[in-house]
């Protein structure tokens, strides 16, 4: 099986190198091999477990977000938020390249691997993971998030289901994410000795709170993008 791959390279400040391989199953667009054997005490499901979490500690013992930061988190424990580094990003398409913080630079990843990880919450940001743009702006992010959800009504007309024309459903996916955003960082903060993965969260967290409040006040912003479609 032919997996998608997406490397993610970072030069921290001291010049030495950290480089991740997060690998997608084409099948089901989630994660393989990115779970470390031996896993720390904070990512057991009942940790600081979501309020809404549909799974089960007898058949999930591990939350599955949780273990597949562990790399990340453990990697990157040492470093500063406002830390520069740069990051590059190798696809089988393109190379994108940044000079950025660190946080900013393990929130992009981050923003791939929870939408790949499993978790029931994430599961319909997979196609966005499939498609992932490193390094993504809120202005990006909310085009692609609310043009992935429109596809996704297209399909389900297309099989003679409600289409949610009215973005209620997306707002309602990010209000969870905001929900599995607070518990992440709860994790986190119990274990981590610096505030780069923990700030990381939360401007992936931003970019939740962002949306609810795009689809209501701010879509409209994007209206002249589309000119030829409404002429």
């Not at 089901?28 to 500690?57: K, M």
């Not at 990051?87 to 981050?110: L, N």
């Not at 319909?124 to 429109?150: C, Q, V, W």
Request: charged letters at 15%.
């Amino acid at each position: 099986m032919n997996t998608i791959a997406i490397q993610y390279c970072f030069r921290l400040p001291d010049n030495s190198s950290e480089d991740f391989k997060l690998e997608l199953n084409p099948n089901n667009l989630e994660l393989t091999g990115n779970i470390p054997q031996s896993l720390p005490a904070w990512t057991r499901l009942y940790f600081h477990q979501c309020p809404h979490c549909p799974l089960d500690v007898l058949t999930d013992p591990y939350c599955p977000l949780a273990a597949n930061i562990v790399n990340i988190v453990q990697k990157f424990d040492g470093l500063i938020s406002y830390d520069k580094i740069r990051v590059d990003v190798i696809t089988q398409e393109r190379r994108i390249s940044q000079h950025t913080t660190a946080q900013t630079g393990i929130s992009s990843m981050m923003g791939l691997v929870i939408a790949t990880c499993g978790c029931p919450h994430t599961a319909y940001f997979k196609a966005m993971g499939r498609f992932h743009l490193p390094l993504a702006s809120n202005e990006e992010t909310i085009f692609r998030a609310t043009s992935m959800y429109l596809l996704a009504q297209y399909f389900l007309k297309m099989e003679g289901q409600h289409a949610d024309l009215e973005l209620e459903g997306l707002t309602k996916i990010y209000q969870n994410m905001q929900i599995v955003n607070v518990a992440i960082a709860n994790r986190l903060r119990s274990t981590s000795m610096s505030d780069s993965s923990i700030n990381a969260i939360i401007i992936l967290d931003n970019y939740a709170k962002s949306l609810p409040y795009a689809i209501e006040k701010s879509l409209e912003n994007l209206r002249h993008l589309f000119l030829p479609f409404l002429t």
